[in-house]
């Protein structure tokens, strides 16, 4: 468990506080894998016991299937999962099982808004694995959660750390640009916010 503090640690320096959920609960975890009918087990009920990027929130009545993600952590785009959103796109992708597409005992913990493409963890393995609408998944591209965050952390530590979300979506609703309070930010309304300064 150290090993996969230390690597979410190595993330949560780079995000805002306020994308960060509390921790869940026991009984919230237990509910979830019991609706999905998993058991989360190791490094992922870890993860979730100390962080639930959800925490409490709902999703609007019309969002996309991943509504509530916590976005600028995963390079491509994706968005890490909270429970809420970890229940909705394994309810996605169990409408899939029947194909061969998916099983039960992959735990969706990343998707794109969409839930085309993501990452999983099997849970009876706590192996890490990715799904990509069109392809087969691919199981075991992580031995465990820890080294999936630890991927993540380097390669955030590669990337160039991007402008705060915050002062470019006041920037743009002082200067009359609609933006969601979630989600990516267009490129051409951050180009617009790094050429004004």
Do not use: K
């Not at 849970?123 to 087969?136: F, K, L, N, Q, Y």
């Amino acid at each position: 468990m150290d090993d996969l503090q230390r690597a979410w640690a190595r993330i949560t320096a780079r995000l805002a506080p306020h994308t960060l959920g509390g921790p869940a609960t026991p009984d919230a975890v237990a509910g979830a894998a019991v609706r999905m009918g998993v058991e989360f087990t190791g490094d992922l009920r870890h993860w979730l016991l100390t962080v639930d990027l959800d925490a409490g929130r709902r999703p609007a009545a019309h969002a996309p299937l991943v509504a509530l993600g916590c976005p600028g952590v995963l390079p491509g785009g994706a968005l890490l999962l909270g429970l809420t959103d970890i229940e909705r796109v394994h309810r996605q992708r169990m409408n899939l099982a029947g194909d061969g597409l998916w099983r039960r005992e992959w735990v969706p913990v990343a998707a794109e808004a969409d839930g085309f493409h993501g990452v999983f963890v099997s849970t009876p393995t706590g192996t890490v694995g990715r799904w990509s609408e069109g392809e087969d998944p691919r199981e075991d591209t992580h031995p465990s959660l820890a080294a999936f965050f630890r991927d993540v952390g380097d390669r955030m530590d590669e990337a160039p750390r991007p402008v705060a979300e915050e002062p470019v979506r006041a920037w743009a609703r002082a200067h009359g640009i609609r933006i969601n309070d979630r989600g990516r930010i267009p490129a051409d309304v951050r180009r617009a916010y790094e050429d004004a300064d």
